[in-house]
Nanobody, 127 residues
Framework: QVQVVESGGGSVQAGESLRLSCEEH?????????MGWFRQAPGKEREGVAY???????KYVDSVKGRFTISQDNAKNSLSLQMNSLKPDDTAMYYC????????????????????WGQGTQVTVSS
């Protein structure tokens, strides 16, 4: 059974930093061609925040460019999100997801239902 566990959330003041971590355990079916961080604020739809493919190429939503950095440790199948200069608008539940499939597939994938998702970690930024 695949388990994905996020950690590192918390409550901070605007301008401060947090580092989220994510680990996957139990997947024995091959490669993850894409991994990503998503977030969902109350009353809003889930949005993709940052993605990284197996080659280390990254993509970010415009609102976090220059402030957030996604990174991976392939050997450990772990994923991190360094969040700097946090804003109240960054307040949300943050989720990581791993997407299995053929290397070189589009990252982010057009559909995310087949990914392995964690339970989320809350990030709260106060002004």
């Amino acid at each position: 059974q695949v388990q994905v566990v996020e950690s590192g959330g918390g409550s901070v003041q605007a301008g401060e930093s947090l580092r989220l971590s994510c680990e996957e355990h139990g997947y024995g079916g091959g490669h993850f061609f894409c991994m990503g961080w998503f977030r969902q604020a109350p009353g809003k739809e889930r949005e993709g925040v940052a993605y990284i493919d197996n080659d280390g190429h990254t993509k970010y939503v415009d609102s976090v460019k220059g402030r957030f950095t996604i990174s991976q440790d392939n050997a450990k199948n772990s994923l991190s999100l360094q969040m700097n200069s946090l804003k109240p608008d960054d307040t949300a539940m943050y989720y990581c997801a791993y997407f299995p499939g053929r290397l070189g597939s589009p990252c982010p994938p057009p559909r995310t239902y087949f990914g392995y998702w964690g339970q989320g970690t809350q990030v709260t930024v106060s002004s």
